[in-house]
């Protein structure tokens, strides 16, 4: 391993010269020569500076840790990630990423290494939008797509509400009237609640009532939808649209829609929510969704939380609605 006295050597100056050079420190006290033949020497030794070791001088490394919450198996990881990553990497920031998983007593025992790695901040990163507990001896800390379980703990959330509003807004502005809602028969779920607030608002707002007979839950699948979906557009006076709670729920509209002869968007139109590639751009046609503000949201908090401008509030991020060939006016 390249040391400082190993730079120091080759470049003819002291180990203090070659630690004023590298940590960024000699102007006004190296000159620039000097700075310079350190600089060569370093680039040709290949010495990398022991982040760890400065940082327990400077009491800071400029580490961020992140503990997910099986974040890294769900379709979602790449953009939060990628969003963690880059805006830590132009703050000057590196990442330790690790997972957490749903044991308490795992979860400790990651927070513990973390703290052992002296990282300056901690990001829960948590798979759905959800209360996340925090352990109370954590200061620098935040919570990705969710929110702690006590006061002051910054975190970062899509603003479920105000996007199923839009969802439906789409439609209404298409012309429908009678639209269905299918979602998820979970009611502990956060979204689910949120969504269908959302869900019955915009037609308050247009004048219409909100019908529970138009509303039905299943499964969050394609199987499971399918069903409900099924049971939904079998009614004597079917709706001719429908908001489905996530994009695999409306891939089970699909098929509900395929059995009984209804052209997408012809007969029906169809929405739905998280807008997982996978499925969204797939289907024939492809799915009109509103799409989860992973990249935004992690990227915010990242920011905010080295920044030191978090407030410990959680803020709601908007949702973008992804137009495509699922819906249009009735017939």
């Not at 990497?89 to 979860?107: I, K």
């Not at 901040?121 to 759905?128: L, P, S, T």
């Not at 970062?156 to 009237?177: I, K, N, Q, Y």
């Not at 707002?205 to 069903?227: C, I, K, Q």
Request: charged fraction near 25%.
């Amino acid at each position: 391993m390249v040391t400082l006295a190993d730079v120091a050597d080759l470049a003819g100056v002291s180990t203090a010269t070659v630690s004023l050079v590298l940590s960024g420190k000699a102007t006004g006290r190296v000159g620039a020569q000097a700075s310079q033949r350190v600089r060569d020497a370093a680039e040709e030794l290949g010495y990398v500076r022991d982040a760890l070791a400065g940082g327990l001088r400077s009491q800071r490394t400029r580490t961020l840790g992140v503990i997910s919450e099986q974040v890294l198996s769900t379709p979602y990881a790449v953009a939060m990630i990628e969003a963690i990553v880059s805006a830590s990497r132009e703050l000057g920031w590196s990442v330790l990423l690790t997972e957490g998983g749903a044991d308490r007593e795992q979860t400790r025992q990651v927070l513990r290494e973390l703290q052992s790695r002296r990282v300056d901040a901690i990001v829960y990163a948590a798979m759905y939008h959800q209360e996340v507990e925090v352990d109370p001896c954590l200061e620098s800390v935040a919570v990705l797509n969710g929110f702690a379980d006590r006061p002051g703990v910054a975190g970062v959330v899509p603003d479920e509400r105000l996007a199923a509003r839009r969802a439906v807004e789409h439609l209404l502005e298409l012309g429908h009237r009678r639209i269905g809602h299918i979602t998820y028969d979970q009611d502990s779920t956060i979204a689910v609640g949120l969504r269908l607030q959302g869900y019955r608002e915009a037609l308050e707002e247009a004048g219409l009532d909100y019908r529970e007979e138009l509303v039905v839950r299943g499964a969050s699948d394609p199987a499971g939808s399918e069903a409900c979906a099924h049971a939904l557009l079998s009614r004597p006076d079917p709706p001719s649209a429908v908001f489905c709670f996530n994009d695999g729920m409306a891939a089970g509209a699909y098929r509900a829609a395929a059995r009984l002869g209804l052209s997408i968007p012809a007969d029906l139109s169809v929405i739905g929510f998280d807008d997982l590639k996978l499925i969204s751009t797939n289907l024939a046609p492809a799915l009109t969704t509103m799409r989860l503000p992973h990249y935004e949201m992690a990227a915010w908090l990242t920011r905010a939380v080295i920044g030191k401008e978090t407030e410990g509030r959680t803020v709601l991020v908007p949702c973008e609605l992804i137009a495509r060939d699922s819906t249009a006016p009735p017939p």
